[in-house]
């Protein structure tokens, strides 16, 4: 029986606490250096952050990330399935046999995780489902750009204005400030066509830039000449941006008019998507005043970059 006065449901617990030491706390001080104690074992023992798990799960072959099904050897040194079947039946860490023990553990965990993208560092917010990841790093805006730079093959790959100091200090393209420009493109040999590429230039326009490029190329059994603009930035961002190149001579006159292709689109595929203007031998040799073959041959192309409304 409850003492006389008293309430059944009020907590009697003292609100002291007198330490081992002999010392006296409150509880609300006891309460306290608990949730201290908690957040420190929570630290020190935490799942790894973001960049951790997308070094946990890389493959130690490929240094691609693992998905379903995931192995492991005796060991537990984990491969993705795809290394799995060129390991000839080895563990590539610890060189012991490799089975088919799946690693169901890191499977189940990375089921429902989440994971910031792999980009988070160039600026990108998204928090994605693991298994979403793939499709979203492909497309991700903030993932870094392939060199642009057609003369050679580069791999090199880089934010913009990383991509414009190494295309100007490693290729010596040339940079131009200003939305017009015009351009001289002389051919010692105009019978010859051999698949060479040229950057004439980089523009700096709107604050944003833009990569000329004009080049020679066989066309079937037809030798062609061919310029277009490509932007530095992504596909939506190009679309507000018009262009016109423009060729001629002898009273006549070529102009094309057209949107810049992003630099994701590779060089390969806008020229032989034909997305540029296209200018055929016998009509260059035409402008250019000279029609016997050891004769040089001279293009000026004239180009203008505005902004769309």
């Known amino acids: 029986m409850a003492p006389i006065g ?10 002291t606490v007198v330490t081992d030491r002999g010392t006296t706390i409150t509880r ?8 201290k104690s908690a957040v420190r074992v929570a630290r020190d023992h935490a799942i790894p952050s973001g960049r951790g798990m997308h070094k946990l799960l890389k493959c130690p072959v490929c240094t691609s990330l693992m998905y379903a099904p995931i192995y492991q050897c005796v060991n537990g ?6 290394c799995k079947t060129t390991a000839q039946n080895q563990c590539p860490v610890c060189q012991h046999h490799l089975g088919d023990i799946r690693c169901l553990a890191l499977e189940k965990l990375v089921q429902n995780m989440e994971l910031p993208c792999r980009y988070q560092n160039s600026g990108c917010p998204e928090i994605l489902q693991y298994q979403n990841q793939p499709d979203h790093d492909q497309h991700c ?15 090199f790959t880089g934010d913009i204005p990383t991509l414009v100091s190494h295309l100007k200090e490693h290729h010596k393209v040339d940079m131009h400030d200003g939305c017009t420009f015009n351009h001289r493109y002389v051919k010692a040999n105009a019978e010859e066509v051999d698949n060479a590429t040229w950057m004439l230039t980089v523009f700096n326009c709107f604050g944003r830039q833009f990569c000329l490029h004009f080049e020679a190329f066989q066309l079937g059994l037809a030798p062609v000449y061919m310029a277009f603009l490509r932007f530095m930035g992504e596909d939506e961002e190009a679309k507000k941006f018009g262009y016109s190149l423009e060729v001629g ?20 595929k806008v020229r032989d998507s034909m997305d540029g203007l296209l200018i055929q031998r016998n009509l260059a040799l035409y402008f250019s005043g000279e ?5 040089e041959l001279k293009l000026r192309v004239s180009g203008h970059i505005w902004k769309e409304e």
């Not at 609300?28 to 949730?35: F, G, H, K, L």
């Not at 094309?256 to 994701?264: F, L, M, Y």
């Not at 029609?291 to 004769?295: E, F, G, H, Q, V």
């Open 6 to 15: 008293g309430d059944c449901g009020e907590d009697n617990e003292p609100t």
């Open 28 to 35: 609300a001080e006891v309460s306290s250096i608990q949730t």
């Open 77 to 82: 040194h984990t491969l993705c399935s795809g």
């Open 141 to 155: 805006r903030f993932r870094p750009y392939e060199c642009p730079y057609a003369g050679s093959v580069c791999s």
């Open 249 to 268: 001579g002898n009273g006549r006159k070529l102009i094309w008019k057209g949107i810049p292709r992003s630099i994701r689109d590779s060089h390969r």
């Open 291 to 295: 029609n016997k073959r050891d004769r």
